[in-house]
């Protein structure tokens, strides 16, 4: 079987073969006034979900210190070094006992003395977030890492105890859990914490300039936005029967193939680049409606689709196209492309790379380019740190969970446009308190799990005009 990952290593995957991210490490030692850290100046983490993500999360925590401001636009940007702090790793949280040694092993070579994390404070189990959670004090941070269906009840915990979030994305399987994510939102506003979502693009230098430039009128009005995502797939063998089915369904390289615990393949790999489509357009869809399916002949036991294509409308009538396709020996892309009334335009490239440019017209060609970004000083996924650890140390407003929930739910949009067969409204989509599986809190190692295989160890996937996702 094989299982999502980027054409290049993934920046929140790289830690388990290599050091490269010791460079920036320095940085962590940069001491400033304690404000809203520990009574020490020290942030502690805890880390739920010990994944390649949580372990990536965790390295770029313990590397921020680029001091935050906000420019006469509104945008964060990070101009020096003078925010950074102490910061340690004191809890761990995982299903696998495995894992958990795992990336214990691999932070702890990695940072040393900043994972203070002994096995009394290493949990497993699906309660194990409370337990990590409760190891936090005021101030601290609690980074959530496991897979979309745990993420409202893992944030409404760290509300409840008072601890700031870093949050990766995807953020809610259902508009169900789009509502949680926004209640819990709601309430860590009230009690002034602190919330990073983990779309990453949104802090990416370049693309912060180029939707200036697109705000400053530079390309016209903005018609059409052209989103890919293609690449080898990653089909599924079936279920060995006789195992624990919940727990196999949540063992690594499974939860991407369930639509109850991640969402799904389409809105984990393609999230990022919708939610460019949002920004560039400044406003939520109004409707959207696709087609998708399987070759013929395919193997896939998951519940997935090997295809997606979208047509997201605004309220100016313009359009986004959002194209995902997992098929082996067929052509493969990765960007967004960007046409206005003036000119047309990149926006983003392979692996999310920040491949930002405007061209003379409508032809996008190398020579015919009239405007680029500078080069990007830090990556997006450190700055999204930077920001929110910032906002910490200096009491400032940082809350992403409301904008991160609705990019979720609109992502939500299509793939049920897809998956039902018919045009998905924002309202209907608003609306909804739809959930594929309603018992997400109470799940213990001896639970069923929430969809079954069949004989032949597949599982139900969606059949337009009779599946119900909304």
């Keep these: 079987m094989s299982t999502p990952k980027d054409n290049a290593t993934h920046r929140r995957e790289f830690l388990a073969n290599t050091g490269r991210a010791a460079a920036g490490l320095a940085l962590a030692g940069v001491v400033v006034p304690a404000v809203h850290a520990g009574e020490d100046n020290t942030i502690r983490l805890a880390l739920i979900g010990c994944g390649g993500r949580g372990r990536g999360a965790v390295a770029n ?3 921020a210190g680029g001091l935050i401001l906000e420019d006469a636009s509104g945008t964060d940007r990070a101009v020096g070094s003078a925010a950074g702090g102490p910061i340690k790793l004191v809890a761990m949280a995982d299903l696998r006992q495995d894992r958990l040694d795992q990336t214990h092993k691999v932070l702890s070579n990695l940072l040393g003395d900043r994972i203070d994390v002994p096995e009394d404070r290493r949990f497993r189990g699906f309660d194990a977030y409370r337990h990590a959670m409760d190891c936090l004090g005021p101030g601290d941070v609690a980074i959530l890492t496991t897979h979309a269906a745990f993420r409202a009840p893992h944030l409404e915990y760290a509300i409840e105890k008072g601890i700031n979030v870093f949050m990766e994305k995807d ?3 259902d508009p169900g859990g ?6 819990a939102g709601e309430a860590a506003e009230k009690k002034n914490l ?3 979502a983990g779309l990453m693009c949104r802090h990416s230098s370049a693309r912060q300039a180029m939707i200036q430039q697109i705000r400053d009128g530079a390309m016209g009005d903005i018609q059409l936005i052209r989103a890919y995502r293609m690449d080898s797939g990653y089909c599924m063998a079936p279920f060995p029967q006789g195992q624990n089915e919940l727990l ?5 390289g499974h939860p991407y193939q369930f639509i109850w615990s991640s969402g799904g393949i389409f809105i984990e790999l393609m999230i990022h680049q919708i939610d460019e489509c949002f920004w560039i357009k400044d406003s939520w869809p109004i409707s959207a409606h696709g087609v998708g399916g399987r070759y013929v002949g395919s193997t896939d036991c998951s519940q997935n689709l090997d295809s997606y294509s979208i047509e997201y409308t605004f309220a100016d009538q313009s359009k986004a196209l959002v194209t995902g396709r997992y098929i082996p020996k067929c052509e493969n892309d990765f960007a967004t492309f960007v046409h206005g009334t003036k000119c047309a335009g990149q926006f983003s490239g392979n692996v999310h790379a920040p491949t930002c440019k405007i061209y003379k017209d ?3 060609e190398r020579t015919n380019v009239a405007w680029e970004p500078e080069k990007e000083k830090v990556n997006p996924w450190q700055a999204e740190w930077d920001v929110l650890l910032s906002a910490i140390r200096q009491d400032r407003p940082h809350n992403e969970a409301r904008r991160a929930a609705l990019a979720n739910l609109g992502a939500m949009m299509g793939r049920a446009a897809v998956h039902m067969g018919r045009t998905i409204t924002w309202e209907e989509a608003t609306a ?3 959930q594929f599986f309603g018992g997400i809190d109470t799940l213990t190692d001896d639970s069923p799990a929430p969809v079954q295989a069949n004989a032949e160890g597949r599982y139900p996937a969606p ?3 009779k599946w119900v996702e909304v």
Aim: positive net charge; hydrophobic residues 50%; charged residues 15%.
């Design 61 to 63: 925590a313990m590397s």
């Design 171 to 173: 953020f809610a399987a």
């Design 178 to 183: 789009v509502k949680r994510m926004i209640r």
């Design 194 to 196: 602190k919330i990073g």
């Design 248 to 252: 196999w369904q949540l063992s690594p």
């Design 362 to 364: 409508q032809h996008m």
């Design 432 to 434: 909804s308190d739809f």
């Design 463 to 465: 059949v337009p005009g």
